[in-house]
């Protein structure tokens, strides 16, 4: 295998590292749930709403890297609780991509701990990239910043053999919910010193 290099995201690099995750992420049924369907159309939206999420609130940043080229993206934020509202609530329509983003976005956000922690996602690599050790260089990385800090850690993710890697990190399933009809599960992982 190639040499992988971790850097930190620069903001030359939002549009390559935002396609990168909506590849990554495209197959995802909570993705293939909200955007309803896993095409290139959808996967046009899933690199925008990324792009606006690495503009806007970039967190840190790292990226795998294999001769320049990004071929993995890892974003950790600090935070102490996400902020929701029952908007989604008020005007019911399934149809709406709008309405199913903020339903979704609403719901992880209500289980997100109230205690300090860091919040590790999006994580995605290059389909063709995948199963070689770069999720786990990432992985590596995001533990030593964490554990730096001694610092819990916090995720979603609904698929299952991403629960079996993040579990090989320390992280636990900590509650489960459903979001249109995807079981999504909710994992943290205490303070290692």
């Not at 709008?98 to 300090?116: I, T």
């Not at 979603?156 to 636990?172: A, P």
């Amino acid at each position: 295998m190639k040499k992988i290099s971790i850097t930190f995201l620069e903001k030359s690099d939002i549009s390559e590292s935002s396609r990168v995750l909506s590849e990554a992420m495209l197959n995802v049924h909570l993705h293939i749930a909200v955007f309803q369907g896993h095409g290139e159309k959808e996967r046009k939206i899933i690199e925008k709403m990324f792009f606006e999420l690495l503009s806007d609130l970039p967190g840190i940043t790292f990226l795998a890297r294999m001769n320049r080229k990004i071929v993995g993206v890892m974003r950790m934020k600090t935070c102490n609780g996400s902020k929701f509202s029952n908007e989604h609530a008020q005007s019911e329509d399934v149809a709406n991509l709008d309405w199913r983003k903020s339903y979704w976005h609403n719901e992880w956000a209500r289980h997100d701990p109230l205690d300090q922690h860091w919040h590790l996602g999006p994580v995605g690599v290059l389909p063709s990239h995948q199963g070689k050790g770069i999720g786990t260089k990432l992985l590596s990385r995001f533990c030593q910043e964490v554990d730096a800090c001694l610092s819990p850690a916090y995720l979603e993710t609904d698929t299952d053999k991403n629960v079996r890697f993040y579990e090989r990190f320390g992280f636990e399933v900590v509650k489960e919910t459903e979001i249109f009809d995807v079981k999504n599960r909710y994992m943290w992982r205490p303070p290692v010193s």
